[in-house]
């Protein structure tokens, strides 16, 4: 099977209840999975699942899992891949060239996704082929707020702890007053407790990123968890993680003229 990761959870959904077909494996691509996503798809179906990198301009995959499941191996016969600005963990934005092709042949296109070179040499038989780790968050989506610099891994292993949850999940940094507010957008599978699901994420925040809860507890950043109805956080094909509405306000801010003194 190629497909999408959101659309593999909604079947996986389905096939739980009304059962599976053999799979000999599964490639998957056009948006992030997480791990968790990844195991239970993978429990269901009893087969493998291998993420793929890559967008439109890049005319698909540009970067597999190997059968390690441990990071994308570059396809560097069509394209040279840099980081042109890597921070000090060598998280950055993923640049390319083609190298081969005649049509839109593109040179250091910035794909806005942020990840970094893995050091060391993969023991599978793709070894001359660099890797880049899963894809850490898009620019725009890595945010600096109350909480800290925030970006869609934390979250995404924030909930991977907690039970009860449904694949989608959104953040929105917002500024209702003087402070920055997160709200962590939910969904819920059937039969799970509010409650207990809200729990259980400020007890993973502060196991995972003790920094962030305590700027919490602190009063530098509120936050609150909302269960959104099952489905409909996302509205187009991909969803979002981090969506930050202060832009929006300090924009408006921005746009109004300041008084004059003449
Ligand atoms: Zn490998």
């Known amino acids: 099977m190629v497909v999408e990761p959101s659309w593999i959870v909604s079947l996986t959904e389905i096939a739980e209840k009304r059962g599976t077909w053999p799979v000999k494996l599964m490639l998957v691509g056009g948006e992030n999975m997480s791990e968790k996503s990844r195991r239970h798809v993978e429990e269901i179906w009893k087969t493998d ?6 967008q439109t301009e890049s005319f698909g995959s540009a970067g597999t899992e190997c059968n390690r499941k ?3 191996h570059l396809q560097e016969l069509k394209f040279w891949f840099e980081i042109p600005e890597p921070d000090d963990q060598g998280h950055g934005e993923i640049v390319f060239t083609t190298l081969s092709r005649r049509v839109m ?3 250091r296109y910035r794909t806005s996704d942020v990840a970094r070179f893995m050091e ?11 890797r880049i780790s899963k894809i850490v968050g898009r620019c725009d989506e890595m945010v600096n707020c109350g909480l800290g610099n925030i970006s869609p891994w934390m979250f995404e292993r924030v909930l991977e702890n907690v039970s009860g949850l449904a694949h989608d999940w959104q ?3 917002t500024r209702p007053d003087l402070r920055d507010a997160i709200e962590i957008k939910v969904e819920l599978l059937e039969g799970a407790s509010q409650d207990k ?3 259980a994420i400020r007890t993973s925040l502060a ?4 920094d962030m809860a305590r700027n ?3 009063g530098l950043c509120e936050m609150k968890v909302a269960v959104a109805g099952r489905g409909t956080l996302r509205t187009g094909r991909k969803l979002r993680s981090i969506v930050d509405l202060r832009k929006t306000l300090f924009r408006a801010e921005a746009a109004v003229p300041s008084a004059s003194t003449a």
């Open 70 to 72: 441990n990071g994308y």
């Open 216 to 218: 919490v507890s602190m």
């Open 49 to 54: 699942l291998y993420l793929t990198y890559g």
């Open 197 to 199: 699901v809200e729990r």
């Open 105 to 107: 042949p593109l040179l």
């Open 171 to 173: 953040v929105l940094v």
């Open 207 to 210: 196991d995972l990123f003790p």
């Open 120 to 130: 060391g040499v993969c023991d599978c038989n793709l070894k001359s082929l660099r």
